[in-house]
């Protein structure tokens, strides 16, 4: 498969622990992105890496998240002390470079938050 | 930062008519500009894409129109079919920054 994967596909957690979600970009990929989706709205952005340098950080982003790139590959998502409001579908997505902008997702992690 | 604004949120239409989505941006400086369909349960999917210094692409039954002085881009799709029924997001963004996604359109096609 040459699709941009995610793991785990759903995880269930209760309030105040802590996860990890991965994704594995398309192999020739530069850049990848983090977004989350809740029912009824588009993709809201997180972040993003370029190789393994983390770019950019949405100013909605809570210090509760935290995402590397350590190896300029896959990429981990972290987040501390969930909360109900957490609950939601992460996407991670990757696309060529700064000269092919072309996004291809994953199918994302689907948190809910007990 | 960019902001996306999409309409209408939902649109019905029977089979064979025409579709069309509008879209919105804040940033002038934006240049690039995709759609995606996202059918139910699945991963949004790139559709067709434009960049600022073209003012319409087409690729079959899909085309996207691109008015760069009122800040606008819309979607139209022709001879729909039940298959096109899905949620289509529109999204903008410039060099070196991420792609910022409207809210979302769910397209409902009757046969």
């Known amino acids: 498969d040459t699709g941009v994967s995610q793991n785990p596909r759903h995880k269930i957690t209760k309030r105040g622990q802590n996860v990890t979600f991965r994704c594995d970009p398309i192999?020739?990929?530069?850049?990848l992105y983090w977004y989350r989706q809740t029912l009824g709205q588009g993709p809201e952005f997180l972040t993003y890496?370029?190789?393994?340098?983390?770019?950019?950080k949405s100013r909605l982003l809570s210090d509760r998240f935290s995402a590397e790139r350590p190896k300029g590959s896959f990429s981990t998502l972290e987040i501390q002390r969930t909360e109900q409001g957490d609950s939601a579908m992460y996407l991670c997505?990757?696309?060529?470079?700064?000269?092919?902008?072309?996004?291809?997702f994953g199918s994302g992690t689907q948190l809910s938050v007990l | 930062g960019e902001n996306v604004e999409q309409h209408p949120s939902t649109l019905s239409v029977q089979e064979g008519d025409s579709a069309v989505i509008k879209c919105t941006y804040s940033?002038?400086?934006?240049?690039?500009f995709p759609w995606y369909k996202q059918e139910l349960g699945k991963r949004p999917q790139l559709i067709i894409d434009?960049?600022?210094?073209?003012g319409e692409k087409k690729d079959q039954r899909i085309a996207v129109t691109l008015n760069k002085t009122a800040k606008h881009f819309s979607l139209h799709i022709t001879e729909t079919q039940p298959e096109d029924s899905a949620v289509y997001f529109c999204?903008?963004?410039?060099?070196?920054?991420?792609?910022?996604f409207g809210k979302g359109t769910t397209l409902s096609v009757s046969s």
């Open positions: 997505a990757s696309s060529e470079d700064v000269t092919n902008e072309k996004l291809f």
């Open positions: 192999s020739e990929h530069n850049r």
């Open positions: 890496f370029q190789n393994e340098a983390q770019l950019e």
């Open positions: 940033d002038s400086a934006s240049n690039y």
């Open positions: 434009i960049r600022s210094n073209v």
């Open positions: 999204a903008a963004k410039q060099a070196g920054t991420a792609l910022i």
